[in-house]
């Protein structure tokens, strides 16, 4: 039901753009498809783009003559591996005019924004341009004690989150964001709310409830396993009324306060660990098919930053000589959160990849989805499953596989060329010969001009 009402949303957000089958010709010969379907790759193929859609993949001796005819750009993929377009399922848009062009030269032809303080309607200019990727856009709904989130709908009672979701979705948002201080009763009313109307909504679960009941409630994904940990200790509801305080503690900094609960202290946490409780969990999460998008890439950077991460926004409070206790810290969550992603995947649960890229986390835009298909390969999925989470599980997610996330026949024509084949080592996804984006061309030096000129 929540797929329906997602497909539904999406189908209008991108059918208009992926139905373009005339215009430019491009053909890839002699190429290696990677379709990231579960079918083995396809070898020594001609990829023929018309448009924005792939017209047809046939082994190169049996393609058409299509290439000889004037017009048609014509490109020797022989010895390079294609596979779909990659999607960072959890990032935050800032200047669209320069982040699309960092996007498009790391192979990212779509992102979820999950919130960047601008109203959905301030992107619509940008929705039919060429030259920027696809996007989905959410609008934020919170607990009132979270000020330092500029443009959300901050709500009090089950009233104002029922508002708060007709607003949004009057107003162009694809999704709503959940967050963290929602009460019980504002996050219930709103999830009934969006279910009633077909809007769906995803992000934190608030430390108001569970993750298996934030799945019951219908959240479509949630994000950063936050309290997945939590709920599988045996001293859930302590340390759950230890973060309700920390929600409210007037002593708290709002940096200190986001680190508390970015990178929750391992005391009480970690050793409480119940296996039993655990496999209980992800059951019901499996169950109901909800997605996790884990970020670990965050936890990486900050595991291995300089001092420069002390001038972003959430660590500018910390003092230089707690830098190092931090870092250890960090690095200790990252091996456990790991351990948590291969013990989740295991049971059947379903992985998006998504970076937290935005300049008030640090984490930089484009290379880091790279960073974090690596991470989940450490944590246990292999490099299909891998490559899958940033390309056809999107598609699934937002309910239009039918028109993107494999490289098919019949469908968008967003591609990234490789230099070297991703499942033999998923760090080969980095190695980006060119990129398709609605059809449109651009090769390796374009890319690098693209990357230079806003380097500048």
């Not at 189908?11 to 190429?31: C, D, I, K, Y």
């Not at 792939?54 to 299509?66: L, N, Q, V």
């Not at 022989?78 to 699309?100: E, N, Q, R, T, V």
């Not at 028109?403 to 490789?418: F, N, P, Y």
Request: overall charge negative; proline content about 7%.
């Amino acid at each position: 039901m929540r797929l329906a009402a997602t497909c539904v949303l999406l189908w209008v957000a991108f059918s208009p753009r992926l139905n373009a089958q005339s215009g430019p010709v491009l053909v890839f010969e002699h190429a290696t498809v990677i379709e990231a379907t579960d079918r083995p790759p396809l070898a020594d193929v001609s990829v023929t783009i018309r448009g924005a859609v792939i017209e047809s993949i046939r082994p190169t001796g049996d393609a058409p003559a299509i290439g000889r005819l004037p017009g048609t750009t014509v490109v020797d993929a022989s010895g390079k591996f294609m596979i779909p377009g990659l999607w960072d399922m959890h990032a935050h848009l800032f200047a669209l005019d320069k982040a699309f062009p960092v996007l498009i030269a790391n192979g990212i032809t779509g992102v979820r924004d999950m919130y960047s303080g601008n109203a959905p309607r301030a992107y619509a200019p940008w929705r039919n341009r060429p030259d920027s990727v696809r996007f989905v856009v959410s609008g934020m709904i919170d607990g009132p004690v979270r000020p330092e989130s500029p443009g959300a709908i901050l709500v009090s009672n089950a009233d104002e989150a029922r508002l708060g979701v007709e607003l949004l979705a009057a107003n162009g948002a694809e999704f709503i964001k959940v967050y963290s201080s929602l009460s019980r009763e504002a996050y219930l009313a709103l999830a009934a709310e969006a279910r009633r109307i077909g809007i769906p909504f995803a992000g934190h679960v608030p430390e108001t409830v569970s993750p298996a009941e934030a799945a019951e409630a219908g959240q479509l994904s949630q994000e950063h396993l936050i309290n997945i940990l939590l709920a599988s200790s045996t001293k859930e509801d302590e340390l759950r009324a230890a973060r309700l305080a920390l929600l409210t503690d007037p002593a708290l900094s709002a940096p200190e306060r986001a680190r508390l609960f970015g990178f929750p202290p391992e005391e009480g946490l970690l050793d409480t660990y119940d296996p039993p409780k655990a496999a209980a969990l992800f059951e019901t999460l499996a169950n109901y098919g909800v997605w996790q998008t884990p970020t670990l890439v965050v936890l990486k950077r900050y595991a291995e930053a300089g001092p420069e991460i002390l001038k972003t926004p959430y660590m500018q409070d910390l003092p230089a000589d707690k830098l190092a206790e931090f870092k250890a810290h960090v690095t200790r969550l990252l091996k456990r959160y790991e351990q948590l992603v291969g013990d989740m995947h295991r049971v059947g649960i379903q992985f998006l990849a998504g970076t937290d890229t935005s300049p008030a986390t640090g984490i930089p835009l484009g290379e880091s989805l790279h960073d974090e298909l690596e991470l989940l390969v450490e944590s246990g999925l292999t490099p299909l499953e891998a490559l899958q989470s940033a390309t056809r599980s999107p598609a699934f997610y937002f309910g239009v596989l039918s028109v993107m996330g494999t490289v098919e026949a019949g469908k968008s024509a967003d591609l990234v060329l490789l230099d070297a084949n991703p499942l033999d080592d998923i760090r080969n996804t980095r190695k980006i010969r060119s990129v398709v984006m609605r059809g449109r061309y651009y090769p390796r030096e374009t890319l690098d001009a693209m990357l230079a000129a806003n380097a500048k």
